[in-house]
């Protein structure tokens, strides 16, 4: 008995040691502040900081007013939809004060008191300057309030249980500032904190844990998965087959196209669409700080030269082959320059040479849009024309004849997922 009593006791404080770590208390209501009482200088700043963030990406539905919410964000747990963050009283964060906007930029903490979700990204926004959370706090004040309540979030059970998010943030939240390393350029250094800050572009590019958290530290970069797509690694491990220099590089951030290496697509698209927008030194100094990450990828080093095995790939997949032919063709080969100009050409897709076939089944499933003008570039998209096994077959020829790496196995199951994941 007396064992007995112990271990309740243990358990006991466990269980009072977890809820006070979960306890967050509410911060109380304000008035929704007066547009006008916000320096414009500062509520530009903040317009620019949100488009480097990204954050009307998350925050608008697909038919939605921007910053609204209702987007529908896929985890390994369940879908999160984006919060309302228009000054809207009732429904978005118009009674929220600058401490409570701070608290959920810095902690993951709502005003009410509830954890968030690491879907929005407070583990990098927790370095973000107090100057700089003030700013976007003013530019989102200052837009107009849409009254529009989101979703309610489709979690896995008990994981709609908000407390337990305390325990995830004890073991992977580690705030920490964004040092200035001395031996850098100040444009470097600008980069790093953009990019490590507001634009989380770990977020996207570096593999995940058991519990999703990110891989930081050697694992950095390393490539990851975003909305069904895979974000290649973006430092040494790079697959592009061209060096991504800083002009290369910052030409991409703005127009979402790069002729070395590949347009936009996929949750890629609406970044470039925002960062066309923002301050040009601000992508400058991403295109910098990028460019360095990737300085010692195998492309940095020597371009390989790529040949065009077209007679082994149509002996293995002749039935790609003619519908490679019918479908891509027009658009894609030599002959098809005056209507492709400016496009990268199809060698130089960075897909091609990924270690996964994920990308260059999405850009044939669901098409390209242009990321940031009407001119930009376009294919359509072929889920609806070609079943699984002929994207499998055009996939697989494609890469026999341009692929600089092994052949995908089971392409036809990845088709498949990719398919499913894209609904």
Known sequence: MTRLRWIGLIVLIAVALAIAMAYRPAIAETPRPDPRAFAPAVVARGANLARLGNCVSCHQAAAGKPYAGGYPIKTAFGTIYGSNITPDADTGIGRWSPAAFRRAMRDGVGRDGSHLYPAFPYTHYAAVTDADIDALYAFLMTRPAVRATPPANEMIPPLGFRPLLAGWKLLFHRPRPVQPDATQSAAWNRGRYIGETLAHCTACHSPRGLLQQEKRGAK????????????????????????????????????????????????????????????????????????WWMRDAPAARREPLLPDRIALATRRHPAAARLYTGACAVCHESSAAMMVAGRPALPLGTPLHEDNPRDTIQVILQGVRPPVSAGGPFMPAYADMLDDRQVAEIVAYLQARHGTGPAWPDLEAEVAKARKEAQ
């Open 220 to 291: 950095a970069y390393d490539g990851g998965w975003s909305g069904g797509w895979y974000a290649p690694p973006i430092n040494a491990r790079s697959p592009a087959v061209r060096a991504w220099t800083v002009e290369r590089m910052n030409t991409y951030l703005r127009t979402g196209l790069s002729r070395h290496h590949a347009a936009a697509a996929g949750p890629m698209g609406p970044v470039t669409y925002n960062l066309a927008r923002a301050d040009p030194a601000d992508v400058r100094a991403l295109a910098i700080y990028y460019a």
